[in-house]
C-alpha cells in the first residue's frame, strides 16, 4: 500500500486538491447564489439544488474549457514549436524519443493499441491530444448551455417571458468576455512556465532543468 501511495503520490495530491477547490467552489457559489436569490425577493436553495442549477454548470465549465483548451495547444505547439533554453521544449537539434515513427509491436508490456497496430495505434500516437479536443468540446459547450440557462432564468426572474438558447447565448458578448478572460490567462500562465525556466530553477521537479545547466541548454535534461 505504501509503495502504491508513493507510485501515485503526484495524483492523488493534485485529485484531491481538485476535490477540495471543486467543493469550496460549491459552497461559496451557493452562499453568494442565495444571497442574490433573497435580493430579487426568491427562495434560497439547498445545496443539492445549487450543484445541479446553470450557474454552478457554467461557473464549472468556464473554466474547465479554459483549461482542455490549453492542454490541448500545448501538446499540439510543442510537437513542432521551440524555445531555446527552455526546459519546456524539446532540443533544438536531433530527434528526441517522442519522434520516433510508432511501430506494432508483440511486446507484451506495450499498451493495447501498439501490440494491435494499424487504426488503432494511428489513434493511439494521437489520443493526448484528441482527448484534450473533446473535453474542450464538452466544456465549451456546458458553458454555453448553462449561460444560456441561466439568463433565461434572469429575464423570468425580471418577468420577461424569454428563453435564450445555447446557440444564441453562444453569440453574445458575455459568453465570448467569459471564455477570453480565462483563455488569455491560461495562455499567460504557459508562457510563463516556457519563458521562465529558460533563467529558473526548481531543485528536484521535472518541470525544471538541472540546476547547473547553462540558460541555452534545451530542455529539462
Do not use: C
Not at 47 to 69: C, K, P, Q, R
Not at 73 to 86: E, H, N, R
Amino acid at each position: 500500500m505504501k509503495r502504491w501511495l508513493k507510485d501515485n503520490s503526484l495524483s492523488l495530491v493534485m485529485g484531491i486538491l481538485f476535490l477540495i477547490f471543486l467543493s469550496g467552489h460549491s459552497l461559496t457559489g451557493q452562499r453568494l447564489y442565495n444571497e442574490e436569490q433573497l435580493e430579487h425577493g426568491q427562495q434560497k436553495v439547498t445545496y443539492s439544488e445549487y450543484i445541479g442549477s446553470s450557474d454552478f454548470i457554467e461557473s464549472v465549465f468556464e473554466n474547465w474549457e479554459s483549461e482542455f483548451l490549453q492542454m490541448g495547444a500545448y501538446v499540439a505547439l510543442t510537437v513542432f514549436l521551440y524555445q531555446k533554453g527552455s526546459a519546456e521544449s524539446k532540443k533544438l537539434i536531433g530527434r528526441e524519443a517522442v519522434d520516433q515513427k510508432p511501430k506494432k509491436s508483440s511486446n507484451k508490456y506495450a499498451p493495447w493499441p501498439v501490440r494491435k497496430g494499424g487504426v488503432v495505434l494511428k489513434i493511439y500516437e494521437n489520443s493526448l491530444l484528441i482527448s484534450f479536443i473533446l473535453l474542450f468540446l464538452m466544456s465549451f459547450f456546458l458553458h454555453a448551455y448553462g449561460g444560456a440557462q441561466a439568463t433565461t432564468e434572469e429575464y423570468i426572474a425580471h418577468g420577461e417571458d424569454r428563453v435564450v438558447s445555447t446557440a444564441e447565448y453562444m453569440t453574445t458578448s458575455k459568453f465570448w468576455f467569459e471564455s477570453f478572460q480565462n483563455w488569455q490567462s491560461e495562455f499567460l500562465a504557459v508562457f510563463s512556465i516556457v519563458v521562465l525556466s529558460i533563467w529558473l530553477r526548481q531543485k528536484g521537479s521535472p518541470e525544471s532543468k538541472p540546476v547547473n545547466s547553462a540558460y541555452s541548454e534545451t530542455g529539462s535534461s
